[in-house]
């Protein structure tokens, strides 16, 4: 018997028919003697549809101007779907009770919208899981030290999950999902990608930042920190597979400490169209230009990503660095007008069309040539690469973005991901 939190998103609590199958797996689990601390998302739809009915009674104004109401708001889809399911779970003929954020209570810092999470009294929900109740936790949000509703930025019932399995020294959170596991690659690029039994958390954090879409990147980072047991699986088995089955299913986030030695050097491809390029030409390379640049950017609160600056000719150089997407225009601006004129530069170019291509694996930590590999892959395809990027566990090159797919699928292959493991 063991303490065990299961989360499920939006698709999976998505009508009552589907409500109705995860109570009936909860219930398995807890017939099995498990202490059951279940966290749902809000249904599937039901944010944005909020949301969207703020948007159409302010729509001159930033959401910044009502965040606190936007959080009061929000918070309500999370509070209907733990509802729904403790008296689903009850009609399944558990006893069971669903607590909101500020019930529990789950206290935050006062950042609405994107609050973080400070504390977590557990003592109610112990007292419930010892009298035998199944206990359903409202995910997204939490409350500020003067009782405001707050809410943990989209995707953030994840991150809920994790903190309450944390708080409570759960054996394991399981993020119950519309997928069932993490990819090598995302499988609608490449048919042959593997689903990983194994991935460790810094892999996964380095793929969540990249564009698979899992898991919310802070609910990683948690568990990181705390080393919190961490699952991701499908919701769409049939509630009543055996539970032994069940439990080893998904894939399952690991730390390095418990990694099998004969670990993958590459785990995954991880890649983005989120990106822009900047480049500003013809700078004089003198100290501080870097600084100059970047600083004026920062200063805009734009995020930069990649960066390179290349050898100097006649005293002038190029630097270039990426920004996201949606920052590209206001970038460029930036540059123009403030940037350029006191830099004495010649030229700022903008360039939306490209994507970044990741190679991912903590086994790059202790072998040598596999950004090479990455790179004659790629060349043998090619595919002309504009900027790259190196960390201990990843490799990251920007490209064209209508190589991207093709991209992907080489190295792919190039690193065997497509094969089993032995
Ligand atoms: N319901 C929230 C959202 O749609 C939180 C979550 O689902 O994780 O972002
Ligand atoms: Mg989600």
Redesign the pocket.
Same mark, same amino acid.
């Given at each position: 018997m063991a303490l065990i939190v299961h989360k499920y $998103? =939006?698709t999976s609590m998505g009508s009552t028919e589907r409500i109705r199958n995860v109570a009936k797996r909860v219930a398995k689990w807890a017939r099995a003697g498990h202490q059951m601390v279940v966290v749902p998302?809000?249904m599937s739809g039901?944010?944005?549809r909020l949301l969207g009915l703020a948007k159409e009674l302010a729509p001159a104004k930033a959401d910044s101007a009502y965040s606190r109401e936007l959080d009061m708001l929000?918070a309500t889809?999370?509070q209907a779907s733990s509802a729904l399911l403790a008296i689903a779970l009850q009609a399944e003929g558990m006893q069971s009770v669903s607590y909101a954020g500020w019930q529990v209570p789950i206290r935050t810092n006062d950042a609405y919208t994107k609050a973080r999470i400070e504390s977590i009294d557990d003592a109610k929900v112990r007292a419930d899981l010892a009298a035998g109740k199944v206990v359903i936790v409202t995910?997204?949000q939490g409350m500020d030290d003067n009782g405001n509703i707050t809410t943990l930025g989209? $995707? =953030?019932?994840?991150t809920s999950a994790v903190a309450v399995a944390a708080a409570m020294k759960a054996a394991e959170c399981l993020i119950y999902t519309d997928v069932d596991g993490v990819y090598t690659t995302d499988p609608r690029v490449v048919p042959e990608a593997r689903r990983l039994h194994t991935v460790s958390f810094e892999e996964m954090l380095e793929m969540a930042s990249m564009g698979s879409k899992v898991l919310?990147i802070r609910s990683v980072e948690f568990a990181g920190k705390y080393k919190v047991p961490l699952r991701v699986l499908s919701s769409f088995t049939p509630w009543d597979i055996d539970l032994n089955e069940e439990a080893q299913s998904g894939t399952l986030i690991t730390f390095e400490e418990d990694e099998q030695m004969e670990q993958a050097i590459v785990s995954g491809i991880a890649f983005n169209r989120d990106e822009a390029k900047i480049s500003v030409l013809g700078v004089p390379d003198k100290p501080g230009i870097a600084y100059q640049i970047l600083g004026a950017v920062a200063d805009a609160n734009i995020e930069v990503d990649m960066i390179i600056q290349n050898i100097s000719k006649d005293g002038k150089t190029d630097f270039s660095f990426t920004v996201n997407r949606a920052d590209h225009a206001k970038t460029i601006d930036l540059l123009k007008d403030k940037v350029l004129p006191a830099l004495g530069a010649q030229e700022v170019q903008g360039d939306t069309r490209i994507a970044k291509v990741s190679i991912v694996g903590i086994g790059m930590r202790s072998h040598v040539g596999v950004a090479s590999k990455m790179f004659r892959s790629l060349s043998e395809e090619g595919i002309n690469i504009q900027m790259i990027s190196t960390s201990e566990i990843k490799t990251s090159v920007v490209i064209d973005e209508k190589y991207m797919e093709l991209a992907v699928r080489a190295l792919h292959k190039a690193f065997d991901l497509d094969q089993a493991k032995a």
């Open positions: $998103g =939006g998302s809000a039901e944010t944005n929000a889809g999370e995910g997204f989209r $995707g =953030g019932s994840d919310q």
